[in-house]
Antibody, heavy 111, light 108 residues
């Protein structure tokens, strides 16, 4: 069974940093493209970042502030978020090729 | 950059009725990369349809997808009580990967 479990969310002040993790199991992690998608409270879904074996892409709204990475030895996906803004407040989901999704982790940016 | 538009924003129907949800793309897209999701409150999105018309594993056959080019449709043939939630479309060919703004199906 495919499982994706996010962690690392929490409350952070504007300008601060957080590192999200996504632990993957039930599939061969290093053969799949992975994405981060976020959802601000009461809003729709917004793609944040993509990583394959060779390619990394970011939404313009996070480019230069967020860094995605993966560790195949640990079957884990990461999102380093720096220079956080109030508008980054959202539930962050990791998703395997957009077919399986984790339960999400809440990031709140507030003073 | 491709933009997805969903209509209507809210669809008010009764259980047992047929729901027709629309997703339009700002330019013609490869239908192999058009997906539909259902999202219940407090839950992650669930994949319903991929490749415009293929039901994901475990999805009831009352859900069906169709379309090509710029116009895509999700049809729920007979609404069950648990279907009154929000639906999103996604184009996942190349990044950036746009989602539609969603259609909420609520009880009339």
């Amino acid at each position: 069974e495919v499982q994706l479990v996010e962690s690392g969310g929490g409350l952070v002040q504007p300008g601060g940093s957080l590192r999200l993790s996504c632990a993957a199991s039930g599939f061969t992690f290093n053969t799949y493209e992975m994405n981060w998608v976020r959802q601000a409270p009461g809003k729709g879904l917004e793609w944040v970042s993509y990583i394959s074996g060779t390619t990394i892409n970011y939404a313009d709204s996070v480019k230069g502030r967020f860094t995605v990475s993966r560790d195949s030895a640990k079957n884990s996906l990461f999102l380093q978020m720096n220079s956080l803004r109030v508008e980054d407040t959202a539930v962050y989901y990791c998703t395997r090729s957009f077919d399986h999704w984790g339960q999400g982790t809440l990031v709140t940016v507030s003073s | 950059e491709i933009v997805l538009t969903q209509s209507p924003g809210t669809l008010s129907l009764s259980p047992g009725e047929r729901a027709t949800l629309s997703c339009r793309t700002s330019q013609s897209v490869d239908s192999n990369y058009l997906a539909w999701y259902q999202q219940k409150p407090g839950q992650a999105p669930r994949l319903l349809i991929y490749g415009a018309s293929n039901r994901a594993t475990g999805i009831p056959d009352r859900f069906s997808g169709s379309g090509s080019g710029t116009d895509f449709t999700l049809t729920i043939s007979r609404l069950e009580p648990e279907d009154f939630v929000v639906y999103y479309c996604l184009h996942y060919d190349n990044s950036p990967f746009p989602f539609g703004p969603g259609t909420k199906v609520d009880v009339k």
